[in-house]
C-alpha cells in the first residue's frame, strides 16, 4: 500500500460505497414520507344523537372523514351504543366485516355518514338526563390505504345529555384509536 495511487483508488472505493449507502437511505425516507403525505386519513368530524319526537329512540349519527390526499378503499363503518352507569366500559365489542352493510371507496376530502337507532325507554331517558346513566356510543371504520396496507379507527364516545333533544357528542375518557 505505499503506491499512493493504489490508495487513492481504495479511498474512491470506500467513498463511493458510502455515497451509495447515503443515497439509498436517503431514498428509504424519502419514499416513507411520500406514503405518509399520500396516504388516507381519516377521522371523525362530528356527531350527534337527535330524540324523537315522543323521546322514546334515538339517532345516533357519526360523520367520518377523509383528511388524507388519496382514497380510503374497502371503507367500511360500524356503530354500536348502549345506555349503563357511567363506569361501565363498553367498548370491546364490534361488529365483524361481515356483519356489516359493505364496502365502498371515501374520496379525499369527503364525508362519510354512520347512523344507528337506539330505542330508550321513559326511565332510562329520566337516568339519562339525571346523569344516574350515560349513553356509550363506540364504533370505527376500516380500510385500506392506496399502498395496500389496512387501516382502522375505533370510535369511543359518549352523549353529552341535556334537556334538548339533540345532544352533542364527545370522545370518552379513554379516547379513540387508529393506525
Request: overall charge neutral; aromatic content about 8%.
Amino acid at each position: 500500500m505505499s503506491d499512493p495511487l493504489v490508495l487513492l483508488t481504495a479511498l474512491i472505493a470506500v467513498g463511493t460505497i458510502a455515497l451509495a449507502m447515503f443515497s439509498l437511505w436517503q431514498t428509504i425516507i424519502a419514499r416513507n414520507l411520500a406514503r405518509r403525505q399520500i396516504r388516507a386519513y381519516v377521522g371523525v368530524n362530528g356527531g350527534k344523537v337527535e330524540l324523537d319526537a315522543s323521546g322514546t329512540s334515538a339517532l345516533i349519527h357519526i360523520v367520518y372523514f377523509n383528511a388524507g390526499q388519496s382514497p380510503a378503499y374497502a371503507f367500511t363503518t360500524w356503530l354500536k351504543a348502549e345506555i349503563d352507569i357511567p363506569t361501565a366500559l363498553l367498548f370491546e365489542s364490534e361488529l365483524s366485516i361481515s356483519e356489516r352493510t359493505g364496502s365502498s371507496v371515501c374520496m379525499p376530502s369527503a364525508h362519510a355518514n354512520s347512523c344507528i337507532l337506539q330505542v330508550i325507554s321513559a326511565q332510562e331517558l329520566h337516568d339519562l338526563r339525571a346523569g344516574v346513566k350515560m349513553l356509550f356510543i363506540w364504533g370505527g371504520v376500516d380500510y385500506e390505504d392506496a399502498f395496500k396496507e389496512k387501516r382502522y379507527l375505533k370510535l369511543r364516545a359518549t352523549a353529552q345529555v341535556d334537556s334538548g333533544n339533540v345532544w352533542a357528542i364527545q370522545p370518552h375518557k379513554i379516547g379513540y384509536v387508529s393506525n
